[in-house]
């Protein structure tokens, strides 16, 4: 199975596994809520309603009343007979001040704090103990909405049980909690995977910017849920988190886009980017000085989300009309891609008319899983891409290894040397810089006697203990057949003759054991001088003059001991 495909198999398995998990949960928890049913019961009916004046009885509360908003409404019912120890009057509100009353006691009260920045007390579930001395008493609820409009939504009550009636809520949204997860979890996946590969990426930015886009979405979905807000409480802090999330959201989208495109350089997409800034900072300034609300001022940021969309919607129309500049596989990417926006575009708008005409607790039903298969489809597409890019990175990464490293010795080969000799002749601290020259005696010998493959041998092993000894110091590299070089930093001459006898004692300790031949490395040494060297060549060139003097002494000395054996060896014949 190739890399992609185990992607692939892994994303698949991964929501699959979510689902089952969910699954497994609802199956189980059913019928233990079915069980205590009884303890958590619709509360709509018989509510008498006051507004503007005018009361009204209704069978079943309605979802909106129209009028004045600002005027704020009461409700009042009488509370039953025969109250148990611990009831929660439960509903759900939004933006609006409450106050819950029963026998003209206040049990409940939702204000916006006189030092808040905000008008808004955000929204949330609201949980109102009544325990069992107010049975048979009027409950009155009063809402008065914070933001100015021309109809007061009303709640859908439930009475009873607090802990079964937050089972339920996570039981209801449990797959879009999954959905939720699965998008965060998304996106971290693709940000690690971009940090860990970006240089294999060579500069592709689209995974950071779709990872990046699915956390943020997937965290905004879930606080649209009201789950979080449920279990931790600071309803008004999670609501300000959606509205900053939803302004600055758009910032990766424009990129995740520009990347998937092509698009080197877009000045429609910066002023986009930027406007989503200023719309940022703008609305934050509002806000801080209870001008306006980060809600009041929506309307901009839902502006440049229609003009961002509209943009999109042109460049890809333009991308498919121009065939004879792209190739089939980018013809295809924008084809998924402009599907994928048909689906997102028409969630939106089942939303947007699912929001206006029914009152629900979640403002994301609909796009949440829109945004999911957007995200699914092009996460898998991203990963087949971006894996063949990391193939083909590797793929260069490995010509690049072979072109610039000797086959043998795995050290840098000469073609190497002299572009570093090249770039070190412009560096200002080159006075700095030693060059060590080394050259293996007897090689030929080597070759002669005990056949080329013990002449390999010699190489790797003198290789190795080369790079061992002045690997740590600079750069090494294979010059010759038998000739090596060390470019060192910082190595005075004096420390070049220490590291020099460590180099000949590994040697000297491996002579003998293996075979009859001598290994040796003449070796020589100079520090660049900006009075003897017009460049690193004439240092270079200075090294090997010093290597070859040591060479010849050595060669000296091994016919001077030679001579001496066989003169010892005919007086004792």
Not at 104 to 129: H, M, Q, R
Not at 183 to 209: E, K, N, P, Q
Not at 226 to 234: D, K, P, T, V
Request: charged share 25%; proline share 2%.
């Amino acid at each position: 199975m190739t890399t992609v495909k185990r992607w692939t198999s892994f994303f698949v398995q991964l929501i699959i596994a979510f689902f089952v998990v969910i699954a497994i949960i609802l199956f189980m928890a059913e019928p233990i809520l079915k069980g205590e049913e009884e303890s958590l019961i619709s509360y709509e009916q018989d509510w008498k309603l006051t507004f503007d004046g005018e009361t009204s009885v209704y069978d079943v509360l309605p979802d909106k009343i129209e009028g004045n908003a600002l005027l704020g409404c009461e409700m009042t019912k009488e509370l039953p007979a025969n109250l148990m120890d611990e009831n929660y009057l439960i509903f759900f509100s939004a933006h609006q001040e409450v106050h819950v009353y029963a026998k003209d006691e206040l049990l409940y009260a939702l204000e916006v704090p006189e030092n808040s920045i905000s008008k808004t007390v955000g929204c949330g579930w609201i949980f109102v103990p009544i325990n069992n001395r107010y049975s048979g008493e009027t409950l009155r609820v009063v809402l008065n909405p914070v933001y100015s409009g021309t109809e007061i939504t009303l709640p859908r009550f439930e009475f009873g049980d607090k802990g079964l009636s937050i089972t339920r809520k996570i039981q209801k949204k449990s797959i879009a909690i999954c959905v939720c997860f699965c998008m965060i979890l998304f996106g971290i996946i693709l940000v690690t995977v971009w940090l860990f590969s970006r240089d294999a990426l060579r500069g592709y930015h689209g995974i950071l910017w779709l990872g990046t886009f699915s956390m943020a979405l997937g965290f905004w979905s879930l606080l649209e849920t009201q789950i979080i807000q449920i279990l931790f409480g600071h309803e008004f802090l999670w609501n300000q988190c959606s509205f900053i999330i939803i302004k600055l959201a758009l910032i990766p989208v424009i990129r995740f886009v520009e990347a998937t495109y092509g698009i080197k350089e877009s000045r429609v997409f910066n002023v986009l980017c930027s406007l989503c800034i200023l719309d940022m900072i703008g609305t934050s300034i509002l806000q801080f000085m209870r001008v306006a609300d980060y809600r009041e001022s929506n309307v901009l940021t839902l502006l440049l989300y229609a003009s961002t969309a509209v943009w999109i919607l042109v460049y890809t129309v333009r991308l498919l009309i121009k065939k004879e500049r792209q190739s089939e596989k980018a013809r295809r990417v924008v084809w998924m891609h402009a599907f994928c926006l048909g689906v997102v575009a028409t969630t939106v708008i089942v939303q947007i008319v699912f929001y206006s005409t029914v009152n629900p607790d979640d403002s994301s039903v609909f796009i949440r899983y829109g945004v999911f298969f957007y995200i699914v489809l092009i996460t898998v597409s991203f990963l087949n891409n971006s894996l063949d890019l990391l193939q083909a990175g590797e793929k260069m990464e490995h010509m690049e290894e072979v072109a610039t490293r000797d086959a043998l010795t795995k050290l840098r080969n000469r073609t190497v040397f002299e572009r570093d000799m090249y770039e070190l002749d412009g560096a200002d601290d080159k006075s700095r810089y030693g060059i060590a020259m080394f050259d293996l005696n007897n090689l030929k010998k080597f070759n002669d006697k005990l056949g080329h493959s013990m002449g390999d041998y010699y190489i790797i092993v003198c290789s190795e203990i080369i790079q061992d000894v002045f690997g740590e110091r600079g750069n090494v590299y294979r010059t010759g057949g038998d000739e090596f070089c060390a470019v060192m930093k910082g190595v005075a001459e004096r420390n070049f003759h220490v590291l020099e006898k460590e180099m000949n004692a590994r040697l000297e300790a491996i002579n003998g054991k293996f075979f009859d031949e001598r290994m040796e490395i003449a070796s020589g040494y100079a520090v660049y001088d900006a009075v003897l060297d017009q460049s690193m060549q004439d240092t270079c060139s200075r090294a090997d003059k010093a290597m070859y003097v040591k060479k010849t002494e050595m060669k000296r000395r091994a016919l001077e001991t030679e001579k001496s054996k066989s003169d010892k060896g005919e007086f004792k014949f």
